[in-house]
């Protein structure tokens, strides 16, 4: 059969990647640039718009042998109208993208959430491959999401469904971005870890993490995770905590869908087996109920760099 192919386009905070996408999921050649802070939402757009007609021009695409082009974006997205209704991460507001991508490229243009990308991506060539029933988690920033039921992926109305960075695990917890409190989101991203490594720090002078700090430059999951593998009991208390509420937020996913597996992906996953082995051991004594239950397996994403250029090629395979 012949390979078909997409553009997929992924759009971040800092940067903006793309490339053309088989759909056997290998990733051609390569296209980046950085976002400048001072442009505007529709000059981003437009830039991008060059980038990809210049990229077009030189590879010898057309709408010929191209089925078209895939974004991903991090933020609200009306996958109906093709706008972005709302990105805190690039700060964009109703952008209608779709529309000023379709007239600047001549080509079809699909858009989809950046979580959602990923999802579609893992779920075709990575971790979560040939299962039907699958989760991806996105621990990042915030906590991002995508679940596949029955093979199809569960968009809500306009797209907007399926956050699951916003369940509730705590009443009157920590503050979240979303205005409630308590959120998965408020324990479980990035953001969350590095609030309460900040605490711990705070209170102990003499843990590792300060060290760890020093040599990383600035704070990240690695300073706590990476002094916990080390022994400093401080870390250590950090990054169970911190496992202890992804694994509570795992289960009520568990119970909601009972995929066959959840994919860990974004920065906090490069912690590899360290970070699973701790949430996989609080799963393991809930993930039954009761006997005869199916397990759920649960990974580390395994597509890694390309994952969010791969999924949003992929909304035309
Ligand atoms: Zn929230």
Wanted: with cysteine; glycine share 12%.
């Amino acid at each position: 059969m012949k390979k078909e192919i997409a553009i997929g386009v992924d759009i971040g905070g800092t940067s903006i990647k793309g490339a053309a996408v088989t759909s056997e999921g290998e990733v051609l050649d390569v296209f980046a640039f950085d976002v400048d802070k001072e442009k505007n939402q529709e000059e981003i757009i437009y830039q991008l718009i060059d980038e990809i007609k210049k990229y077009t021009a030189i590879h010898g695409y057309n709408k010929e042998n191209l089925l078209g082009i895939g974004v991903g974006i991090p933020g609200t997205i009306d996958t109906v109208n093709g706008e972005v209704i709302y990105s805190n991460n690039l700060r964009w507001n109703h952008l209608p993208i779709r529309k000023m991508m379709e007239e600047g490229t001549g080509f079809e243009v699909r858009i989809i959430n950046d979580a959602k990308a990923a999802t579609l991506a893992e779920n075709k060539f990575g971790a979560g491959k040939k299962h039907k029933d699958f989760v991806l988690i996105t621990l990042g920033t915030g906590v991002g999401s995508g679940i596949i039921t029955n093979n199809k992926l569960l968009t809500g109305n306009k797209g907007y469904g399926a956050e699951l960075g916003h369940i509730m695990l705590r009443l009157d917890g920590e503050p979240c971005t979303c205005g409630r409190s308590g959120c998965f989101e408020a324990y479980a991203s990035a953001t969350a870890l590095n609030r309460d490594t900040k605490r711990m720090m705070n209170q102990h002078q003499d843990s590792l993490m300060w060290k760890k700090l020093e040599e990383y430059g600035c704070l990240s999951a690695k300073v706590a995770f990476d002094a916990a593998k080390e022994g400093d009991k401080y870390a250590l208390e950090v990054v169970d905590n911190y496992c202890m509420y992804l694994a509570e937020g795992l289960l009520d996913i568990c119970n909601a869908f009972r995929p066959e597996v959840i994919v860990l992906s974004g920065g906090i996953a490069k912690a590899g087996d360290f970070l699973l082995s701790k949430v996989v051991k609080h799963c393991e004594k809930y993930h039954y109920g009761y006997d005869g239950l199916p397990k759920v397996e649960i990974k580390i994403s395994e597509l890694g760099y390309d994952t969010g250029k791969i999924g949003a090629a992929a909304l035309f395979f």
